[in-house]
């Protein structure tokens, strides 16, 4: 162990993020480690709870509660293993200082960490096989492969060969240092235990440069095939990690300075308005597009969100022309330039279907994505949505489904509901329909065709009053809101543009 600091019985390696007592690591997380870096390294001196809290917290914004509870944590591992408490003293309306044993530093300089790329990278690690006899490492490999794999096909983000990752098999080092060794954002692990007749799949995603965990899932299935299982828990591995990685870089990147920003980030921050739905935020997302486009006029995921992003425009701010022609071309764009890019081609069919009414058009896009990507749930949640306007409600309901068993917490859920309330509402299935737009509701309270499903529904199931309030919800959100208008803007199927119309004018709303 490369050993930084040393005072009493402690070592505090700082590139690990481990402070051991004798030959015995104790439990404090990172920002506990963080915290007596800073303190230790200070030889005594104050350190203000600003610089503290800057130190463990880089970037953020948090309460001087969580502060305490950290030194708190520090104060007992360092009592524990040192039998004293006055290690760390309090300066009152000041902050905090370093008070135990003197310091010596020791250990050779930790290498220097690899350049990250400029896209959000990845390194998968062995999962460890918990099986009793080990027997299971060839089925837990496999199932590794294919995450690797699956991961590899998503491009916006660079992976990590598995010939790199597995070196790490028997090691149990921070992932903040394999973070550095192998120059990646982001360390996927997990774990994998067989019980009789199932398998369960434990994975979790790390901020490298933090330590601190960005999302975690269970996936438990049926060992009836194994080979048949480690595919399918691929598949919902990575179709759950994918939009928890973009929106752990959206985040990263918000805390970064506007003027360091390239085009990769400058897309990642437009992405939260586009994806909002609503026209007022897709535009001030199509100012930073615009920006893309002129750094990377080439750049197909941002072609697909300006594409998305007049859409939005297009069906909630007037129908103007301008803005469906616009989103057809920066379909076209996205689709000339990104055929090795799912999302790409996910959003280009999405305006295809929807903006183009060109449902032959959109279905080959979306095919296409899903051959490029098949763990990518967004293209079978947008793709939903346009088979249900289209009138094919059963297989609108299966794609949703679909796209949810990859995503169950994905940014675009509030879709995949919307497509299943008009499904059912097409097959008169109208509790069913209820159920999905409530669903939706509480995924996106701010979408306002949202609230055109629901009212819908409850007025087929004569709850007129609560039928009402929901339309006067689609109207607070979207006031030019007419639903012969959006009928047409998104080429609905003739009968259920009619049954539609019929319960949304019971409503109240106007056509």
Same mark, same amino acid.
């Given at each position: 162990m490369a050993i930084a600091y040393r005072f009493g019985p402690f070592a505090l390696d700082v590139a690990a993020g481990i402070l051991s007592c004798g030959d015995r690591p104790t439990m404090l997380g990172g920002r506990a480690v963080a915290l007596l870096e800073r303190l230790v390294g200070a030889e005594g001196a104050p350190i203000s709870?600003?610089?503290?809290?800057?130190?463990?917290?880089?970037?953020?914004?948090? /309460?001087?509660?969580?502060?305490?509870?950290?030194?708190?944590?520090? &104060?007992? !591992?360092?009592?524990?293993?040192?039998?004293?408490s006055d290690w760390i003293a309090t300066l009152p309306r000041r902050g905090y200082r370093y008070a135990g044993p003197a310091v010596a530093t020791a250990g050779a300089e930790a290498s220097p960490a690899l350049?990250?790329?400029?896209?959000?990278?990845?390194?998968?690690?062995p999962f460890r096989d918990l099986s009793e006899d080990g027997s299971q490492t060839y089925f837990v490999d496999g199932l590794v492969d294919e995450i690797i794999t699956g991961l590899a096909r998503i491009k916006w983000l660079f992976v990590i060969a598995r010939s790199s990752s597995f070196v790490y098999r028997s090691s149990d080092m921070d992932s903040r240092r394999v973070g550095r060794d192998l120059g990646v954002r982001y360390i996927l692990q997990g774990s994998v235990l067989r019980t009789g007749p199932r398998v369960r799949v434990v994975a979790q995603l790390v901020d490298? /440069?933090?330590?601190?965990?960005?999302?975690?899932?269970?996936?438990? &299935?049926? !060992?009836?095939?194994?080979?048949?299982?480690?595919?399918?828990?691929?598949?919902?591995?990575?179709?759950?990690?994918?939009?928890?990685?973009?929106?752990?870089e959206v985040e990263r990147v918000r805390r970064k300075r506007p003027e360091s920003l390239d085009a990769y980030d400058l897309t990642l921050r437009a992405q939260p308005d586009v994806f909002s739905?609503?026209?007022?935020?897709?535009a001030r997302g199509l100012g930073l597009l615009e920006k893309v486009l002129e750094l990377e006029p080439d750049y197909a995921l941002a072609h697909g969100y300006a594409a998305m992003a007049y859409h939005n425009r297009f069906l909630r701010a007037g129908l103007r022309e301008d803005d469906r022609a616009r989103s057809i071309h920066h379909a076209r764009r996205a689709l000339e330039h990104g055929r090795d890019d799912a999302l790409a081609l996910t959003f280009a069919g999405f305006s295809f279907g929807m903006d183009a009414h060109d449902r032959q058009a959109a279905f080959e896009a979306f095919e296409a994505a899903r051959l490029v990507s098949p763990s990518t749930a967004l293209t079978h949640i947008l793709g939903s949505v346009v088979f249900a306007w289209q009138g094919e409600s059963e297989v609108a309901i299966e794609w949703s489904e679909r796209g949810m068993r990859l995503s169950p917490f994905d940014p675009w859920a509030f879709a995949a509901f919307d497509a299943q309330a008009l499904g059912h509402f097409n097959c008169e299935r109208y509790d069913e329909a209820c159920r999905a737009a409530y669903r939706s509701v509480q995924s996106n309270p701010g979408h306002s065709i949202t609230y055109v499903q629901l009212a819908a529904?409850?007025?087929?199931?004569?709850?007129?009053?609560?039928?009402?309030?929901?339309?006067?919800?689609?109207?607070?959100?979207?006031?030019?809101?007419?639903?012969?208008?959006?009928?047409?803007?998104?080429?609905?199927a003739p009968a259920l543009a009619a049954s539609l119309g019929e319960a949304l004018r019971s409503a109240g709303l106007p056509e």
């Amino acid at each position: 162990m490369a050993i930084a600091y040393r005072f009493g019985p402690f070592a505090l390696d700082v590139a690990a993020g481990i402070l051991s007592c004798g030959d015995r690591p104790t439990m404090l997380g990172g920002r506990a480690v963080a915290l007596l870096e800073r303190l230790v390294g200070a030889e005594g001196a104050p350190i203000s709870k600003d610089d503290l809290i800057e130190a463990a917290w880089p970037g953020l914004v948090v /309460e001087d509660s969580n502060l305490t509870v950290q030194i708190a944590a520090l &104060r007992r !591992a360092l009592q524990e293993g040192g039998g004293a408490s006055d290690w760390i003293a309090t300066l009152p309306r000041r902050g905090y200082r370093y008070a135990g044993p003197a310091v010596a530093t020791a250990g050779a300089e930790a290498s220097p960490a690899l350049a990250l790329p400029c896209k959000a990278s990845i390194a998968v690690l062995p999962f460890r096989d918990l099986s009793e006899d080990g027997s299971q490492t060839y089925f837990v490999d496999g199932l590794v492969d294919e995450i690797i794999t699956g991961l590899a096909r998503i491009k916006w983000l660079f992976v990590i060969a598995r010939s790199s990752s597995f070196v790490y098999r028997s090691s149990d080092m921070d992932s903040r240092r394999v973070g550095r060794d192998l120059g990646v954002r982001y360390i996927l692990q997990g774990s994998v235990l067989r019980t009789g007749p199932r398998v369960r799949v434990v994975a979790q995603l790390v901020d490298a /440069e933090t330590g601190g965990h960005v999302w975690a899932q269970k996936f438990e &299935r049926a !060992a009836a095939d194994l080979f048949a299982l480690q595919d399918d828990i691929a598949l919902s591995a990575v179709g759950a990690i994918e939009p928890g990685l973009r929106q752990a870089e959206v985040e990263r990147v918000r805390r970064k300075r506007p003027e360091s920003l390239d085009a990769y980030d400058l897309t990642l921050r437009a992405q939260p308005d586009v994806f909002s739905g609503m026209p007022d935020r897709s535009a001030r997302g199509l100012g930073l597009l615009e920006k893309v486009l002129e750094l990377e006029p080439d750049y197909a995921l941002a072609h697909g969100y300006a594409a998305m992003a007049y859409h939005n425009r297009f069906l909630r701010a007037g129908l103007r022309e301008d803005d469906r022609a616009r989103s057809i071309h920066h379909a076209r764009r996205a689709l000339e330039h990104g055929r090795d890019d799912a999302l790409a081609l996910t959003f280009a069919g999405f305006s295809f279907g929807m903006d183009a009414h060109d449902r032959q058009a959109a279905f080959e896009a979306f095919e296409a994505a899903r051959l490029v990507s098949p763990s990518t749930a967004l293209t079978h949640i947008l793709g939903s949505v346009v088979f249900a306007w289209q009138g094919e409600s059963e297989v609108a309901i299966e794609w949703s489904e679909r796209g949810m068993r990859l995503s169950p917490f994905d940014p675009w859920a509030f879709a995949a509901f919307d497509a299943q309330a008009l499904g059912h509402f097409n097959c008169e299935r109208y509790d069913e329909a209820c159920r999905a737009a409530y669903r939706s509701v509480q995924s996106n309270p701010g979408h306002s065709i949202t609230y055109v499903q629901l009212a819908a529904a409850l007025a087929r199931l004569g709850r007129l009053d609560e039928a009402r309030v929901a339309a006067g919800l689609v109207l607070e959100l979207q006031p030019n809101f007419r639903y012969g208008q959006q009928f047409a803007g998104v080429n609905c199927a003739p009968a259920l543009a009619a049954s539609l119309g019929e319960a949304l004018r019971s409503a109240g709303l106007p056509e």
